[in-house]
């Protein structure tokens, strides 16, 4: 799995995920919450967690047996943001819409929200009060896991002062690949740049290209066609002696 994600509101990396999700499973495991996690639930968890970021991995998902982070349909950015949670909920005090104040915050919300549904899928047909409800993908049994660990866990953390607040994070950026421009645009952009000249490609089946310097007031453009023919590289640089001329007279 790869290491490091590149977001709006900063990088990610797969261990913070993966240490959030051991968090939930952790809190969770505790007996006065009786679901029944274990040590051993805990690594399953683990095992199956996936965090990528690519569009065209599907969503954000957990299941019986997938928990998958894709960070491309979350847009971490940076600073203060709501979140905002699933319709039905939204409006409930604890498990719906909150405030972050760092996009850490807020991928801990979306690691919580999918670790309830893990556990609602893998321990809700082993928990008798959850028998009738734990089919429903954001039913009862769901919203009753996600409040256990928004309530006593996540939201005490996502505070002006919580969370990774005190942290100070590399805000590294996906490096910028150099974009190569060729002759051909740079000869583009200076026909825009000056409106007095102007490029013709023929699309002959050989290569010839024309730069025109039309500043002469007379219609008869074609008599004022200075022809450069040879490559994109010797128009442009045509093109550019002639603007150089141009701003000495
Ligand atoms: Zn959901």
Redesign the pocket.
Known sequence: MKNKFYTIGGTVITKEVEDMVRLCMKHLSKKEYELRINKNSIQYALDVLKVCHAKANGAT??GRNSIKINLAYWQFKKGIQTFVE?KAFNKDKHIGEIQTYNYHQSLLLVVA??V??HVQEKQGSLIPRYRNTYQK??GLC?QDIYRTLRKDLVNPMCTVDGFYSDVNVPQEQEPVKKKRTSPKQRLISLCDEYEWLEYEDDGWGFFRVEVWDNRAEDDSAFDQMLDHSDSWKDAESYALQLIKEAEVA
């Open positions: 998902h957990g699933y929200h999918e309830a549904h993908a954001h769901f």
